[in-house]
């Protein structure tokens, strides 16, 4: 009943030019499929142009991130109502190298998330732990926390336009999958907790994403977990042809 949803998240990565090659070419390929909702999560300077490339198909444009307020003095931000403008759709928050790197908390990552609903954008809500966390038997406490900064002040109502992605900080560009058992294990326990905040038939509706390394030789196997709705793709999502295999893995499952 969830339709699963795959985001290539390029994070700092392609000009322009490369960014809309891109697209061209998911677009060519993949925006008719049917099954899956694909997205793609450009530069800020890049949305603009890849919104734009993107009319006419189903493939969503996503921001990395969005700021809380709305306008005023907040040199460097952009506001989710500017990223709307610009042509987005959804908004990434509190991914875990805006966490790690550029002071995100699960409290800044609530109002980000509640900013984007609120412009009409959709909201990816990132969560995840360290391996420091992992190995200290921390992980559900550490998700559990994400979470419920993230969810501040929202109700069932959110459930189309709320997606979770769970990223585990170790699986992040090191190669390094979490095993389809162990994702599914904190996907599972993710529902849960949504189910105690925003009730079953929400939680049952809400999308949750597995990220860290996916590739199309992991993907199929992530997918056919009961709770794994898609992926939020770094590395492979830079190149057409990976992140068309991973799309299609999603579908499948
Ligand atoms: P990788 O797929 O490169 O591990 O990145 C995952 C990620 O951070 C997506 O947001």
């Known amino acids: 009943m969830r339709t699963p949803f795959v985001v290539g998240n390029w994070k700092l990565n392609k000009t322009i030019a490369e960014a809309l090659a891109l697209v061209t070419e998911l677009k060519n390929q993949l925006g008719a499929v049917k099954g899956v909702a694909v997205g793609v999560a450009p530069t800020f300077v890049a949305l603009p142009a890849v919104a734009k490339r993107l009319e006419g198909s189903t493939l969503a444009t ?102 979770i992605a769970y990223e585990p900080v170790w699986a992040i560009g090191t190669g390094r999958t979490a095993t389809p058992g162990q994702a599914q294990e904190v996907h599972a326990h993710i529902r849960k907790r949504l189910a105690d905040r925003l009730g079953a038939v929400a939680a049952d509706a809400i999308r949750i994403q597995y990220g860290g390394s996916v590739k199309p030789s992991n993907a199929e196997a992530l997918m056919a977990e009961n709770d794994i709705d898609g992926a939020l793709v770094g590395g492979a999502s830079l190149e057409a042809a990976d992140f068309i295999a991973i799309v299609k893995a999603a579908r499948s499952a």
Do not use: N, Y
């Not at 991914?95 to 790197?101: G, N, P, T």
């Not at 002071?103 to 360290?130: F, H, M, N, P, Q």
């Not at 200290?136 to 002040?153: F, H, M, N, R, S």
């Open 62 to 163: 996503c921001a990395q991130d969005c700021f809380w307020e709305s306008s005023g003095a907040w040199t460097g931000e952009v506001s989710a109502a500017q990223l709307a403008d610009a042509g987005a759709t959804w908004a990434i928050v509190g991914h875990s190298e805006r966490r790690q790197f550029f002071g995100d908390r699960s409290d800044t990552v609530g109002k980000k998330a509640r900013a984007a609903l609120a412009a009409g954008l959709g909201a990816i809500v990132c969560v995840g732990e360290s391996l420091a966390e992992r190995d200290g038997g921390k992980t559900l406490a550490v998700v559990d926390e994400q979470l419920d900064g993230g969810l501040v002040g929202m109700d069932a109502s959110v459930a189309p336009k709320l997606v």
